[in-house]
């Protein structure tokens, strides 16, 4: 009887457990900054109503994402994975509808004379969103996996194609969208598979 208690009870109380634990993304000080300050950005703009306050900010947030820089054992969703090992692009959740975007072709990204417009003031060619360990580690990793992943924000494209919305000119509906699923581009330099803590 008393094994049958403890059967009935265990079950509920891990049900439970699971549903209380921390989302991985607030695990890490960082990343939680980071996406606290870009909702503290959208809340209000978007509740605004207002064109000019959806704009700025958007601005805001592209300028926050730019301040990261570097960062280390932030915790993702591995969702979208396209191209070959030569040209890859990925794409990260790291919060609730806000994703790191990764590519080492452009032309998955941009076509044609467009890609001009974010060659680097050397006029070298940007390097590659994904590190050659980054790509190894991704033929181990399945698509909805929890990962750790290391890197730099915006590196491999500079400041310019990160700020999609100064350079294009967007509309409020754009912007609108921008700040209900922000995307921003990274290097990333490292990624495991998230360890069960």
């Known amino acids: 009887m008393i094994a049958r208690r403890t059967l009935l009870l265990g079950g509920p109380a891990l049900a439970l457990a699971g549903c209380f634990d921390r989302p991985c993304e607030e695990r890490n ?15 209000p703009a978007l509740a605004s109503g207002n064109p000019l306050q ?18 280390s054992d932030w915790c993702g ?12 692009a990925v794409t990260i959740d790291i919060g ?62 500079g400041s310019g194609v990160f700020d999609w919305s100064r350079l294009f000119g967007k509309s409020e509906a754009e912007h609108r969208q921008f700040l209900q699923t922000p995307r921003f581009v990274a290097r990333i330099e490292a990624l495991t598979a998230e360890k069960k803590k």
Do not use: C, H
């Open 96 to 157: 609730r509808q806000i994703s790191l975007y990764a590519f080492n072709d452009w032309t998955l990204a941009f076509a044609g004379s467009v890609l001009d417009l974010f060659s680097t003031r050397t006029r070298e060619p940007p390097p590659p969103g994904l590190s050659d360990p980054a790509i190894a580690a991704l033929k181990t990793l399945r698509l909805g996996e929890r990962i750790s992943l290391s890197g730099k924000m915006g590196q491999i494209a």
């Open 77 to 88: 969703t591995l969702t979208k994975i396209e191209g070959t090992a030569e040209n890859v």
């Open 54 to 71: 959806i704009e700025e900010a958007v601005k805001r947030s592209v300028e926050l994402a730019e301040k990261v820089g570097a960062f």
């Open 29 to 43: 000080p960082a990343q939680l900054a980071f996406l606290d300050g870009l909702k503290s950005l959208a809340k």
